[in-house]
Each structure stands twice: as structure tokens, then as C-alpha cells.
């Protein structure tokens, strides 16, 4: 059998080409990196099977967003105006020629990749006659339908596929030798049987969640009784006010809120503690009133208080004119700052003081203002002539040489100026005297002035309060409560504990009175009873009970009506839950069963898979060994690679030296010698299950170095020659020595440059 | 008649369809190849350009086959194999005028190779390679660490590239699950439970153990599917 042409059109990187291998043994494409050999691969490939194995990876990159195509760029698509896109392929079988050729419709493609647009493939035994879909049967009849089936396995193998060993992670290398042997169909039935055991684990677990938390209620209801008191228990609402869940007509019952409301100790039982308890609670509730107002009210002031209520008009008189402070500014005031009355002083001390006395004395503050005035403006122009004299005395003392014997101000003739000077001197003087003798008097009209103030308003109104049994000391002190709280307080007492404010005959009587009614009002109490325990049942619950309901009689009633609902809901909802538990309890047994038959279902498959790999490793182990020892010349000292089947780990080891050992080869190997190991691989199946001499390998040499490249070819040439070979390599070097060794053997190698056929355009998708 | 390892060389040189040219130089027979083994007993790397040159002026239909001439250094030592691997790797790995495959053999495995041969006499050496129980006792010296018969069988095996391995064709193992009827219900089961989003997945099954208890207890199910 041979591959005689390969035609693209509109695929991938070719608008149209047709390679033509005429009629050689072994074909070895060459050419650089993009150039398209890979591409000729990706077309038999596609023809045969329906699909390129490598590129349905793609879609899981698109699917994580690695890659992704242009808007006007579709996958294996050349041109996207073109209407078809595919290939066709010669073969030559058995002395026939046939062609074959899968093709899509450009605009059938999608992205990512989707092989469900190529059609079937279809066949033309010769140019003349029309394409038609090939049947299973045709092919059969002509020998390909194995081949066809098992050619990714058997007789091709792509570079991703001769890279797959690189991968370091445990689970792809897995995926790596399971695509190798060939076992994806059991890897894929494998993975989804787990994977409903798996989700029936699942199920099963909450399933089981859900029986427990059943049981538990049904226990629960199962386990809470109640005293049968005989009682009808009729439904009586007791807080009118709010609205509480308990005291509905229906009230909704589950265990928890059961033992909430009924158990010993339940709300109803504190609501009934506390009501037999109310008369200790108030007490306790005075107890602690009236000791918080003996720790923490200062009883002087409010003593003080209730002491000069009566006087309360008359003293906040006097409080507002001692904040007025008058005596202290008239004490310290100078000529210019005196207080007047009228401006100063409350009206209410005005009229104490009397209208007439005190314009009298405002009068008497206006003179002396009046005085001072004037006498500052005489002292003023006195200085004036004083200043001007001493300016003239010194010009008539300084021009002797002029004669001045009549005066220049008023024209007396003094006759010499020694007259004059002796004149302007006397003067001078008197005018000095004076000048001394008005400032002189004021001092003194300014005490007397203090003192009659003082004597008519100050002492008046002090003396006028006193007769009213008001000294300046308690005005002051009443002036410095805070009489609206002491107001606030006592009415507030008053309300509460009918605390009286009556004065006594003193204010520390007045006191101690209050104190006695105070420690009164306190009584002892059991010393077994917690204040804050009642007060919190109180708080809680008894202060939305109405006041007529606070009885023990409704309480009861309350709990009797409460155990009767519950004993009602009980019986129905046990049935109910007996009911769950049990359908939970058969869901588990089906659950169960299941379980075990997936799981027989997966030793099935597992076992099948198994057998098959055992079959492949047993059949292959030493052909394997043979081509492995050939290819890697240089390792393991010559010497090839053991396969074991590891039932424990259900896949199967590659190992050097010792065939039992545990140690996988592929971890200690270089790139080199893992695509090596790929190669022998696939040589070693398609020598022992190929049913038609062929096999592809897309990049043999690749990371091979030159000693396992010899003996690659020397396997290829001597084992293979019968086979049609397809090999592409970059390196032309490579190419040559293949074609050289293979022409040696009268192997008929024909060398493809691919850069002939190439015109970039880029059209692979970006990543 | 074979006595030596020499003997089994040249044997198997000419089953393969070689013929000594000269001496230990050896050709393939076949008029359309051009195939050439020089086998030696030793072979020193340093003269190794001085061989060529002495094989290239006596035999003048060698000098287009530069680069097609292989040499076989067949050599008998003594104590164990590793030893040698050393010399072996030397001259394997030296890339200059020819391709060199070294060969060591001790005598003892050669003698136990020799009564293994006479054994299964009329069975060719290749076929004899691919044979289960030969492989079982390869398997068995390498786990004892041992260069034996066996060892040197299938060492012969990789380093002559010609020795053709007849494998009968064989059927391939169908890579496929067979199920019987009830597994085959139980995946189609499977099959219609079954979507890669777990939570549809528990869905699904959830609602079928539910749909398999009302069909086993309808009564008890029609007060219960409402739970």
C-alpha cells in the first residue's frame, strides 16, 4: 500500500496544492518550520478518520481562553470567501488506485474547531466517476476498514503524540500513555463511572444528613412529655398590649420552643415564680429606688430647698441684684466709671431703694461727672497759659538788648523788663496755686459720694431683706442650686414614694425628716431571691401581661391551653416524620444498591481494560526491548527498555535494567531518549497489529541526537522495508541521511522540499 | 556447523543476505544494496582513519559508500560485562568514519548461548528472541543482575540492525468496552444520569432514585414527594 498523492484545497495554509509522491517507498518532507509538512499529516489524517487528534485539543484551549480566532479567521480554513475547505488523498492498494477526501463547507466551520462540518468520507475509484460516501462494508470490502480504525494507533504518529512523554505531571503523563496503548474508551467509561460514584457519595451523604437531623427531631418529640394535668386548658390571651407567639390562638409548637416555653424552668414557670413573687419584687424595686437616692442625691440642697421655698419670690429678688454685683462696682469705681442706679439696679430694688432717693443720687453722680468735666477743661487751658507764659519769660530772658517795659499781652507799662519778668512770675505762681486747688476738691466729693450710695442703696436693701429673714449668704447659696432637677427630683419622689416637702424648723431638720421617711420606706427582704433574675422575667415577659391577667390561675390556664396544643401537633407530626425517615431509609438502600452495581460496573470495565493492556504489554514486551535496545544506542549500556503492566497502579511502567523494578525510566530520560521511547512504541504496534504496511511519523528526529537518529533509520530501513514511509524532518541534513541510507537498501525515498509549495499567509490561530 | 560466536555472526550475516566480500568484510548480497559490516575483534579509534584508507585503496567499490560502512567489534573478555562499558561507550559514540557497534561477550554466556542454540536447533535466532519463555529468562537475569546467555542473545538482536524480527501478524485487542446486558444497562443508565456539571449531575440523580422509590411504594411517595 501506498499514499501516491495528497491534493489540499482551501486547508490550512494552501489555497490549492497536490503533492505527488509518485509512486515512492518512503517519502521525506522537508522543509523550515510553517512550511507545511505537519499540515500533510493533519490532511491523511483528517481524511481517514474524520478528524485531526491534535487539534481537538485546541478546543479545550479555547475553552480556558489560550487561544483564539479572529472574527474573520476560521480554523484549517485558507480563504474564508472560498466555499469548501478539504482533502483527498490517493492511495495505491493491491495494484487500485483510489481516492479518498473528506471536505466542509467554509461557512459550516466554527470556532474552536468542530470536525462535525467535514463529511463522510467519500471515495472515487477513478477521475471519471462521481464522489460517493464510502460505506463501512466498501471498506471492508477493500481491506481498509481496520486500517482506517486503528491508524492514529497503529500507523502514524504526530509530533504532539511523539512529545508526550515531556510532560512532567503524573496525571498528564497518564493521559500520555493511556493515548498511547490506546485505552481512552476504558479511561473515558473508567472516569464516568467514579464520577457518579463519586455524586452518589454525595447523595448518599446528604441523604444521610438528612436522616439524622429527622431522627434527632423525632426523638426529640419523641422524648418530651408532659404533665396531664386534666385540664381544658381554654385560650385566653394575656397581653393585650403585644403580641407574643406563645399566646396565639395557634401557636407554633416545634421541641425547641417547647422546651422553651413549657420544661421545668420554662418561660411559663418563670412567668409563675415571678408572679407568686411580685409583692418581694416591688420591694426589692423601693429597696433599690430609695437607696440610689440616699447614695446618690445631695439631700442638703434639696433640704436647703424645701427650707426657703416660701421665700423663693423675695430671694431670687436678691439673688438678681447681687448679680449685679453693685457693691463691688461701686467700691472699685473711679469718677469716670460710676454705677447709676436706674441703669444698674432690678426695678424690684428700685422701688425698695425708693424713685426719689434714687434720682437723688444719680443727680449727685451727674454733678459730680459735671465737675470733674469742667475742672478737666480748666486744668487743661490753665496748662495752655502756663506753657505760653513760660515761652515769653524765656524770650524777655533772652533779649536783653530789646527793650520791653510795656507788657505784650496787655499793655501795661512796666517800665523795665526786669519789672515785667518779676510780674509774668508772680502771676505765674498764682496761676500754679489755682490750678493745685481745683483738681484738690474732687477726691473728696467722689467719697462722700461712695459713702451716701452705700448708706442709701447698699445698706438699705440688705437691711430690707434681713427684716425679711433673708441674709446675703442663703441668697447666694439659693442662687447656686440647680433648682429645676431638685423641683424634677422632688416631684418625681413625691409620685413614687410620697415623699412630702415640708420644711422644718431648720434645714438640717428639714434633712433628717426626709432621711427618716426615706429609711422608712426600706424593708427587708429574702436574702434567697435574686433581684435581677426577677426583674428580668418581669422585663421580658410579665410587663406585656395585662395587669388582671398577672394571676397564677391564668398563667396555668396559659400552660395547660399550651401543653394541649403541643400534644396535639405531636401526634401528627410524628407520623409525618416517621414517614420521612422511613422514605430516607429506602433512599439510602437504592442508593446503596447502585452503589455496588457501579461499582461492579467499574471492576468491569477496569478488569477489561486490564486484560487488554496485559494483552498489548505481553504481545510487544520483547519486540519493544529489541527496537528500544536498537534506537538508544547509548543507553542502559546498549541494552532496551522493559514495559511491565502495574496492576496496582493499572497502568503500565517503562524501566531499565531490572524488569521489576519500580522506578519509571521516563523520569530519569532525556528529551531525546522520551521521543525515542515514542518511536520504538509506535513501531513495536504497528510491526505486531498493522495489517497494511505503512507508517507516518511527523518529525522523527526532533530532539534525538545523532547516535539514536542512526539507529532509528538503521530500524526503519532494515525492519520497515517492505513498509511505504512517511518522515518529515527540518533539518536537511537529516532529510539527506534518511533518503542516502535509505537508497542504500534500494529503498525508493523520495525527498519533498515543502518550501515550493509554500506562500505565507497566517492563518493558524493565535495564541 | 557452530562453535565459535564468530561462527553465529557470520551464520546470521548470511541469512540476512550478506556475503564475506574479503576477510571479515562483509556485503549485502542483494545487486540494488550497497550495505557494508567490517567485523573485528578489536578496534583501535585512533587508527581508525588508517583502516578506512587501507579498506578504500584495496577495495575500490567502497569509495562511494562513505558513511555506509559499519564496523562490528566483536571482542571475548573476561569477569563482568560492565566493566567494558566504558571501552563500549567510546567507541559506540565516536562518530567518525564509521558506524562502530561493540559486541563483548564473555565465554561462559557464549557457551550457555551455544547450548540454548543447540537446544532449539531449526529455530531461527530472531524467532528465537520473540519467544515468551526466552524473553521470561532475559527478564529473569537482568532482575539477577546478570550479563548471560540471554543478555547476549538479545544484545546481538540490537546491535545487528538487519536481523529481521518475523512477527506473525497478530489481531490487536479491541481497545474497547465490552459490556454484557445488565453492564450495558447500567452504563445507559449511567449515560442519561450523567453531565459534566455536578451539580446537574446530582440533580438528575437525585431525581431518578426518587422516581425508583415512588415507583416501588407508590403510596407512601404521593405523601412524601412534596417533603
Known amino acids: ?767 | 556447523m557452530i562453535n565459535t560466536f564468530y561462527d553465529l555472526l557470520d551464520s546470521l550475516f548470511c541469512e540476512s543476505g550478506y556475503r564475506k566480500l574479503v576477510g571479515s568484510l562483509y556485503v549485502n548480497d542483494n545487486p540494488k544494496s550497497k550495505d557494508f559490516w567490517l567485523l573485528v575483534n578489536d578496534f583501535d579509534l585512533d587508527s581508525q582513519y588508517v583502516v578506512l584508507e587501507d579498506l578504500l585503496s584495496k577495495y575500490m567499490e567502497l569509495q562511494a559508500e562513505e558513511k555506509n560502512i559499519s564496523i562490528l567489534v566483536v571482542k571475548c573478555v573476561s569477569g563482568s560485562h560492565d566493566n567494558n562499558q566504558d571501552e563500549i561507550m567510546r567507541l559506540e559514540n565516536d562518530a567518525y568514519c564509521f558506524k562502530k557497534y561493540a559486541l563483548y561477550y564473555t565465554d561462559e554466556a557464549w557457551q550457555a548461548l551455544l547450548s540454548v542454540l543447540t537446544h532449539s536447533e531449526g529455530t531461527k535466532i530472531g524467532d528465537l528472541m520473540l519467544q515468551e519463555s526466552v524473553f521470561e529468562n532475559l527478564k529473569e537475569e537482568n532482575n539477577n543482575a546478570q550479563y548471560g546467555p540471554y543478555s547476549l542473545l538479545y544484545s546481538i538482536a540490537h546491535k545487528l540492525p538487519f536481523l529481521l524480527m518475523n512477527v506473525a501478524p497478530q489481531q490487536l485487542v479491541d481497545s474497547h468496552y465490552k459490556p454484557s446486558e445488565d453492564d450495558q444497562k447500567l452504563f445507559c443508565e449511567i449515560n442519561n444520569l450523567f453531565a459534566l456539571d455536578g451539580d446537574e449531575r446530582k440533580q438528575h440523580t437525585n431525581e431518578y432514585i426518587n422516581q425508583l422509590i415512588n415507583e416501588d411504594n407508590e403510596d407512601t411517595s404521593s405523601d412524601l414527594i412534596q417533603l
Not at chain 1, 150 to 169: D, G, M, N, P
Not at chain 1, 211 to 223: A, C, F, I, R, S
Request: aromatic share 10%.
Open chain 1, 1 to 767: 500500500m501506498k499514499i501516491r498523492q495528497v491534493t489540499l484545497y482551501n486547508f490550512k495554509g494552501f489555497e490549492h496544492i497536490t503533492c505527488d509522491f509518485e509512486g515512492s517507498q518512503a517519502i521525506i518532507l522537508g522543509g523550515k518550520n510553517g512550511y507545511g509538512k505537519t499540515t500533510l499529516f493533519d490532511a491523511i489524517e483528517l481524511v481517514l478518520t474524520g478528524r485531526i487528534q491534535r487539534y481537538e485539543n485546541y478546543s479545550n484551549d479555547c475553552h480556558y481562553g489560550r487561544l483564539h480566532f479572529g472574527e474573520q479567521t476560521l480554523p484549517l480554513v485558507n480563504n474564508c470567501d472560498k466555499d469548501k475547505v478539504g482533502a483527498l488523498v490517493t492511495i495505491e492498494y493491491n495494484d487500485c488506485f483510489f481516492e479518498l477526501k473528506r471536505e466542509a463547507k467554509t461557512q459550516d466551520m466554527k470556532n474552536p474547531i468542530d470536525f462535525e462540518a467535514f463529511s463522510p468520507m467519500m471515495i472515487r475509484l477513478n477521475h471519471d466517476e462521481e464522489w460517493c460516501e464510502i460505506t463501512t462494508e466498501q471498506l471492508c470490502k477493500l481491506g481498509l476498514n481496520y486500517f482506517v480504525q486503528s491508524f492514529v494507533f497503529l500507523y502514524y504518529i504526530s509530533q504532539e503524540e511523539a512529545t508526550s512523554f515531556l510532560k512532567q505531571k503524573e496525571n498528564e503523563r497518564y493521559t500520555a500513555i493511556s493515548n498511547l496503548f490506546n485505552t481512552s474508551d476504558f479511561d473515558r467509561k473508567i472516569d464516568k463511572v467514579s464520577i457518579m460514584l463519586k455524586t452518589l457519595d454525595e447523595i448518599r451523604k446528604e441523604t444521610n444528613d438528612s436522616v439524622n437531623v429527622q431522627q434527632k427531631q423525632l426523638d426529640e418529640y419523641t422524648m418530651l412529655s408532659f404533665k396531664d394535668e386534666k385540664n381544658e386548658g381554654t385560650y385566653q390571651r394575656l397581653c393585650s398590649q403585644s403580641r407574643h407567639a406563645w399566646d396565639t390562638e395557634h401557636p407554633n409548637l416545634s421541641p425547641a420552643n417547647y422546651q422553651q416555653l413549657l420544661s421545668e424552668d420554662g418561660i411559663i414557670d418563670k412567668v409563675l415564680f415571678a408572679i407568686n413573687h411580685f409583692d418581694t419584687y416591688k420591694q426589692m424595686s423601693i429597696n433599690n429606688y430609695v437607696n440610689s437616692i440616699i447614695r446618690n442625691e445631695n439631700l442638703d440642697d434639696v433640704a436647703f430647698y424645701i427650707q426657703n421655698k416660701a421665700l423663693e419670690n423675695h430671694i431670687l429678688i436678691y439673688v438678681s441684684y447681687l448679680h449685679t454685683e453693685f457693691d463691688t462696682k461701686l467700691q472699685n469705681a473711679s469718677i469716670t466709671n460710676l454705677p447709676h442706679l436706674a441703669t444698674n439696679l432690678p426695678s424690684e430694688i428700685l422701688n425698695i431703694i425708693g424713685k426719689e432717693e434714687v434720682k437723688r443720687l444719680d443727680d449727685k453722680i451727674k454733678n459730680i461727672e459735671e465737675i470733674y468735666k469742667n475742672s478737666s477743661e480748666i486744668e487743661k487751658l490753665f496748662a495752655n497759659i502756663l506753657d505760653e507764659r513760660k515761652i515769653l519769660i524765656k524770650t524777655i530772658e533772652n533779649k536783653e538788648a530789646i527793650h520791653f517795659s510795656t507788657c505784650l499781652l496787655c499793655g501795661h507799662d512796666y517800665k523795665s523788663n526786669d519789672n515785667l519778668l518779676k510780674s509774668i512770675y508772680v502771676t505765674t505762681d498764682e496761676l500754679n496755686k489755682k490750678l493745685q486747688g481745683l483738681s484738690a476738691n474732687l477726691p473728696i466729693l467722689l467719697a462722700d459720694l461712695k459713702t451716701d450710695i452705700i448708706n442709701s442703696v447698699v445698706q438699705v436693701v440688705e437691711d430690707h431683706f434681713l427684716k425679711l429673714s433673708i441674709s446675703k449668704e442663703v441668697a447666694q447659696r439659693y442662687g447656686e442650686l440647680d433648682i429645676s432637677l431638685i423641683v424634677r427630683n422632688l416631684g418625681k419622689w413625691e409620685e413614687q414614694i410620697q415623699l412630702k416637702q415640708s420644711p422644718a424648723n431648720s434645714v438640717e431638720n428639714t434633712k433628717i425628716a426626709m432621711q427618716n421617711y426615706l429609711n422608712s420606706l426600706i424593708k427587708s427582704v429574702p436574702d434567697d431571691l435574686s433581684y435581677d433574675q426577677l426583674n428580668q422575667i418581669f422585663v421580658s415577659y410579665v410587663k406585656d401581661i395585662d395587669i388582671d391577667k398577672r394571676t397564677e390561675e391564668c398563667i396555668k390556664t396559659k400552660r395547660q391551653y399550651l401543653l394541649n396544643c403541643w400534644n396535639a401537633m405531636k401526634d401528627e407530626r410524628l407520623v409525618k416524620m416517621h414517614k420521612e425517615v422511613s422514605w430516607l431509609n429506602k433512599k439510602l438502600d437504592i442508593i446503596d444498591e447502585k452503589n455496588k452495581a457501579y461499582y461492579k460496573l467499574l471492576l468491569h470495565i477496569k478488569n477489561q481494560r486490564r486484560e487488554y493492556l496485559q494483552k498489548i504489554v505481553s504481545d510487544m514486551e520483547a519486540l519493544f526491548y529489541i527496537y528500544s535496545g536498537r534506537i538508544m544506542q547509548d543507553n542502559y549500556f546498549g541494552r532496551g527498555l522493559f514495559i511491565r503492566f502495574e496492576s496496582n497502579r493499572s497502568s503500565v511502567l517503562f524501566v531499565a535494567g531490572n524488569p521489576n523494578s519500580e522506578v519509571d525510566a521516563l523520569y530519569s530520560m532525556s528529551s531525546g531518549q522520551l521521543v525515542s521511547v515514542v518511536l520504538s512504541f509506535i513501531m513495536t504496534i504497528n510491526k505486531l497489529y498493522g495489517s497494511l504496511p505503512i507508517l507516518m511519523i511527523d518529525d522523527p528526529v526532533q530532539t534525538i541526537d545523532d547516535l539514536n537518529l542512526w539507529g532509528l533509520i538503521e530500524t526503519l530501513r532494515h525492519e520497515f522495508h517492505d513498509h511505504f514511509l512517511m518522515l518529515s524532518t527540518h533539518e536537511e541534513n537529516f532529510g539527506a541521511l534518511i533518503r542516502y541510507k535509505f537508497a542504500k537498501i534500494n529503498i525508493d525515498a523520495k525527498y519533498i522540499d515543502m518550501q515550493q509549495y509554500h506562500r505565507p499567509k497566517n492563518c493558524e490561530p493565535k495564541s
